[in-house]
């Protein structure tokens, strides 16, 4: 079956923009040649849309063949689908909520969300039976969510009062970062962003490198923490800065939030004559589909991304028609795919 993020490719458009237009959604203007081809795409792909209650002229009233409904919320800024994770999530969402009759009936992306006429749209809309809200946005936004859509599933949203899906994230990244250390690394870097909370200590993934090192007796150096802002450009430009200093304060290893921010400083390390593994090695996270065929290989971690929206969706169903009745906490299983970029030749 198709997905909004075929039609969106295929046009060239965002995710959210197909969902608008789909949707009869007018809360932000489309051009009329650009709804033209979203409307057409979804036709030829084989589209179902989900039904919004403010039916599309000259269908005669006729009922939608969807009526069970359900939105997405992304912690992304504005109109930014560049991150393969959220796409396969969202892939994921769209499938399992197929699976059990249900239409996505909006896509917001954290930004969007900021403006109050697209929350009470939401708010408003009693066609809309729950929520998915990938990752945390505003506190006060998300409250106020809370106080009006009864259903609201998380995918990692630090929320003990709704069902939620993920993966360990800290065990997770601790574990790649025994790896680094096992392979006799003592100089580790990281790189990521603060989140949500503006305080990298809490951000899960940094816990997990923290922790790694404590285990290890390894002391944490603030100047091989980058905070590249989850922006691949970011993490390039700040790698490129480290590197124009002394090799011999240079970090051995670099264990990277995303595996976009480290193949972008993969980059800034090979340009300056630097080889990875031998001089710097790096770790990633995600297991996106290029990492495999970066030069060389990325060692990452596999997060089921697609099964982690799969999951999310059949929460939604499961809450919604009263399967389940309290907030279930889904851990999927990670796994450590160990490739090149960590591991030295002999080692290999």
């Given at each position: 079956?198709?997905?909004?993020?075929?039609?969106?490719?295929?046009?060239?458009?965002?995710?959210?923009?197909?969902?608008?237009?789909?949707?009869?959604?007018?809360?932000?203007?489309v051009?009329?040649?650009?709804?033209?081809?979203i409307?057409?795409?979804?036709k030829?792909?084989?589209?179902?849309?989900?039904?919004?209650?403010?039916r599309s002229?000259?269908?005669?009233?006729?009922?939608?063949?969807?009526?069970?409904?359900?939105?997405?919320?992304?912690?992304?800024?504005?109109?930014?689908y560049?991150y393969?994770y959220?796409?396969?999530?969202?892939?994921?969402?769209?499938?399992?909520?197929?699976?059990?009759?249900?239409?996505?009936?909006?896509?917001?992306?954290?930004?969007?969300?900021?403006?109050?006429?697209?929350?009470?749209?939401?708010?408003?809309?009693?066609?809309?039976?729950?929520?998915?809200?990938?990752?945390?946005?505003?506190?006060?936004?998300?409250?106020?969510?809370?106080?009006?859509?009864p259903t609201?599933?998380?995918v990692?949203?630090?929320?003990?009062?709704?069902?939620?899906v993920?993966?360990?994230?800290?065990?997770?990244?601790?574990?790649?970062?025994?790896?680094?250390?096992?392979?006799?690394?003592?100089?580790?870097?990281?790189?990521?962003?603060?989140?949500?909370?503006?305080?990298?200590?809490?951000e899960?993934?940094?816990?997990g490198?923290?922790?790694?090192?404590?285990?290890?007796?390894i002391e944490?150096?603030?100047?091989?923490?980058?905070?590249?802002?989850?922006?691949?450009?970011?993490?390039?430009?700040?790698?490129?800065?480290?590197?124009?200093?002394?090799?011999?304060?240079?970090?051995?290893a670099?264990?990277?939030?995303?595996?976009?921010?480290a193949?972008?400083?993969m980059?800034?390390?090979?340009?300056?004559?630097?080889?990875?593994?031998?001089?710097?090695?790096?770790?990633?996270?995600?297991?996106?589909?290029?990492?495999?065929?970066?030069?060389?290989?990325?060692?990452?971690?596999?997060?089921?991304?697609?099964?982690?929206?799969?999951?999310?969706?059949?929460?939604?169903s499961?809450?919604?028609e009263?399967?389940?009745?309290?907030?279930?906490?889904?851990l999927?299983?990670?796994?450590?795919?160990?490739?090149?970029?960590?591991?030295?030749?002999?080692?290999?």
């Amino acid at each position: 079956m198709a997905t909004l993020k075929d039609i969106a490719e295929k046009v060239g458009v965002s995710i959210s923009t197909v969902s608008r237009v789909l949707n009869n959604d007018d809360s932000k203007i489309v051009n009329a040649i650009t709804k033209e081809k979203i409307v057409v795409t979804a036709k030829e792909l084989g589209y179902r849309t989900s039904g919004w209650s403010r039916r599309s002229k000259g269908d005669g009233g006729a009922k939608p063949a969807v009526t069970k409904r359900a939105g997405c919320i992304i912690s992304l800024p504005q109109e930014n689908y560049s991150y393969p994770y959220f796409s396969l999530v969202l892939k994921g969402i769209e499938k399992g909520l197929a699976d059990r009759g249900y239409g996505l009936a909006f896509i917001h992306t954290r930004d969007e969300l900021r403006d109050p006429s697209v929350q009470q749209q939401i708010i408003q809309d009693s066609h809309v039976d729950g929520v998915i809200i990938i990752e945390g946005i505003d506190p006060p936004i998300y409250d106020s969510l809370k106080k009006h859509i009864p259903t609201i599933v998380g995918v990692d949203v630090n929320d003990p009062t709704i069902p939620t899906v993920s993966y360990d994230r800290v065990s997770a990244s601790q574990a790649a970062v025994k790896h680094l250390i096992e392979q006799g690394h003592r100089k580790i870097g990281f790189i990521g962003g603060l989140g949500l909370s503006g305080d990298i200590f809490r951000e899960k993934r940094f816990r997990g490198y923290r922790y790694a090192l404590l285990e290890a007796e390894i002391e944490l150096e603030n100047k091989w923490i980058l905070n590249a802002e989850w922006q691949i450009e970011t993490s390039f430009e700040l790698m490129s800065e480290l590197v124009k200093g002394p090799r011999t304060e240079l970090p051995t290893a670099f264990f990277v939030a995303s595996d976009v921010m480290a193949i972008a400083a993969m980059r800034a390390v090979t340009e300056v004559g630097l080889r990875v593994p031998e001089d710097i090695a790096f770790f990633g996270v995600d297991n996106i589909d290029i990492s495999q065929y970066t030069s060389p290989p990325l060692s990452t971690i596999h997060v089921p991304k697609y099964e982690i929206g799969q999951t999310a969706a059949y929460l939604l169903s499961d809450y919604l028609e009263g399967k389940l009745t309290f907030p279930i906490k889904a851990l999927l299983p990670y796994d450590l795919k160990i490739r090149r970029s960590s591991v030295k030749e002999q080692n290999l």
